[in-house]
């Protein structure tokens, strides 16, 4: 069992930064394939970001060059930097550890509330 407890989540005004910080419950990082995703109002939960131990990151096209998404091995932690939000950022993110071996099995974090606003 993994547990993921995100944190960071606040109100930012447009053009504003923020970091999203996911906590894991152990070594995982070589194991899983750690994301970033989040659901707005009505919508659909979407993919943010991605990121594999060996080094590649996947970033939805709406925060190419804005948002990074890292880790922290040391502290078991997996980071989503924000940079120049926007209002349409504003929404509920989420962590997500999906197994590599097993992409079937995947854990959730709780969520933390991103918005942009003036």
């Known amino acids: 069992q993994v547990q993921l407890v995100e944190s960071g989540g606040d109100l930012v005004q447009p053009g504003g930064s923020l970091r999203l910080s996911c906590a894991a419950s152990g070594s995982i990082f070589s194991n899983y394939v750690m994301g970033w995703y989040r659901q707005a109002p009505g919508k659909q939960r979407e993919l943010v970001a991605t990121?594999?131990?060996?080094?590649?990151?996947n970033y939805a096209d709406s925060v190419k060059g804005r948002f990074t998404i890292s880790t922290d091995n040391a502290k078991n932690t997996v980071y989503l930097q924000m940079n120049s939000l926007k209002p349409e950022d504003t929404a509920a993110y989420y962590c997500?550890?999906?197994?590599?071996?097993?992409?079937?099995?995947?854990?959730w974090g709780q969520g933390t509330q991103v918005t942009v606003s003036s």
């Open positions: 997500r550890a999906a197994q590599i071996s097993n992409p079937r099995n995947y854990y």
């Open positions: 990121f594999r131990s060996a080094g590649s990151s």
